[in-house]
DNA sequence: CACCAGGCAAGTA
DNA sequence: TACTTGCATGGT
């Protein structure tokens, strides 16, 4: 049973970044198997440093299922290095395209085929896949409704006090699921509206009251 | 120089 | 179950 006062909060939270930032078409991608390969890349690590690897294994040609099962791990290692864990990515990454390719032909289409929930799981036993990033998969490769949660989110919902330190992933998931309507583009944008955003929020509990929502909603009462 | 970034799994008690 | 630690680069 969720409050109304939470579910009207963060209703208006969305409400007041998409108003200032309008829609930002995420996941930054040319296509699914790119969304997959950065979702994994970009575990604990700047876009920016993501960036510069995807750029890399774009170069070479290796943005393709064969290519990432046939390379050397020496040398995807050495591609993606920017991206920081490098050697631990490398093996994460090599992982999850050995279960896309077994369990899907490295298709997309046929992962979709798959129900939520299953495919849910299936990502979540992949060494390598958590909670965020099978759903960041589920979200902007398979266009499945899930909503993704991440650091950013949380800080947020902290910083506005909506939450409590102990409430975490599924928990916190559970809040926007059973808020929103499950429209694929709206948890697409919510969720690149939060990263987009999120690090401007200050990670101190104490109220700053300089945080992007409370400049936004003053530019709102200054503008009456 | 210290601190941070779109996590995750393994180890410990 | 609840905490801690290793993994690493590049930007501020």
Known sequence: MLRVKLRNELVEIYERLEGHFGDLHWWPADDPFEVMVGAILTQNTAWTNVEKAIAALREKGLLLPDRILRIQAEELAELIRPSGYYHLKTAR???FVRFFAE??????EEMQKEALPVLRDKLLGVWGVGRETADSIL???CEKPVFVIDAYTRRILLRHQLITEKLEYEGIQALFMETLPHEIPLFKQYHALIVNTGKNFCRKKPNCNNCPLDVLRKAEQARE
């Open 93 to 95: 990454l090599k992982a």
């Open 103 to 108: 369990c899907y032909s490295g298709s997309v």
């Open 139 to 141: 979200l902007y490769a």
